[in-house]
T-cell receptor, first 112, second 113 residues
Framework: DQQVKQNSPSLSVQEGRISILNCDYT??????FLWYKKYPAEGPTFLIS?????DKNEDGRFTVFLNKSAKHLSLHIVPSQPGDSAVYFC???????????FGGGTRLMVKP | SQTIHQWPATLVQPVGSPLSLECTVE??????LYWYRQAAGRGLQLLFY??????ISSEVPQNLSASRPQDRQFILSSKKLLLSDSGFYLC????????????FGPGTRLTVL
């Protein structure tokens, strides 16, 4: 049972445009959400997070939106750059201590 | 800020051989430590986590085990590797005032032949 899902395995965007990565979850006990970026053969790098008491968090080019009623979060990257090309994982933390549940990842390709 | 080290970076092992992967953390104390595996084309699967020395919780039954002999050292082991153990193994840590955000090491690529 996948509690965190990223339904788009890949996304291709033109440089300078907006990238929108989506994530859905089923567990209403999740109270903290994170996005990680991962290059091949490297560990994931933390990007941005949001608490369930907020609906938006912004950090530079990255903005995360949370819609609790829809159990949906999204990561917006504006403007997209070729260096943003990587696999993006969303993760959620909830009632199981400090453990994170990860989605399957979305591969973002930003074309020059 | 904390730094997570993992070694080796890559490893090729025959089926049935033993395994020992090491993770050490610098720049913090009393971290929560985690072992994840990413199989080819898949997401991150939590294998073990530890909240202190000698305290290990297993999330997935398998032929792997973990140990935490020191506060900032986390070891992943196997007595006999299976082909299905191939993957990218990641160590992660949370610490300090923010136990919500996990930071990851560089990973170990394990290929079992």
């Amino acid at each position: 049972d996948q509690q965190v899902k990223q339904n788009s395995p890949s996304l291709s965007v033109q440089e300078g445009r907006i990238s929108i990565l989506n994530c859905d979850y089923t567990n209403s006990m999740f109270d903290y959400f994170l996005w990680y970026k991962k290059y091949p053969a490297e560990g994931p790098t933390f990007l941005i997070s949001i608490s369930s008491i907020k609906d938006k968090n912004e950090d530079g080019r990255f903005t995360v939106f949370l819609n609790k009623s829809a159990k949906h979060l999204s990561l917006h990257i504006v403007p997209s750059q070729p260096g943003d090309s990587a696999v993006y994982f969303c993760a959620a933390k909830g009632d199981a201590g400090n453990m994170l549940t990860f989605g399957g990842g979305t591969r973002l390709m930003v074309k020059p | 800020s904390q730094t997570i080290h993992q070694w080796p970076a890559t490893l090729v092992q025959p089926v049935g051989s033993p395994l020992s992967l090491e993770c050490t953390v610098e720049g913090t104390s009393n971290p929560n430590l985690y072992w994840y595996r990413q199989a080819a084309g898949r997401g991150l699967q939590l294998l073990f986590y530890s909240v202190g020395i000698g305290q290990i919780s297993s999330e997935v039954p398998q032929n792997l085990s973990a140990s935490r002999p020191q506060d900032r050292q986390f070891i992943l082991s196997s007595k006999k590797l299976l082909l299905s153990d191939s993957g990218f193994y990641l160590c992660a840590s949370t610490t300090g005032g923010n136990l919500d955000t996990q930071y990851f090491g560089p990973g170990t690529r394990l290929t079992v032949l």
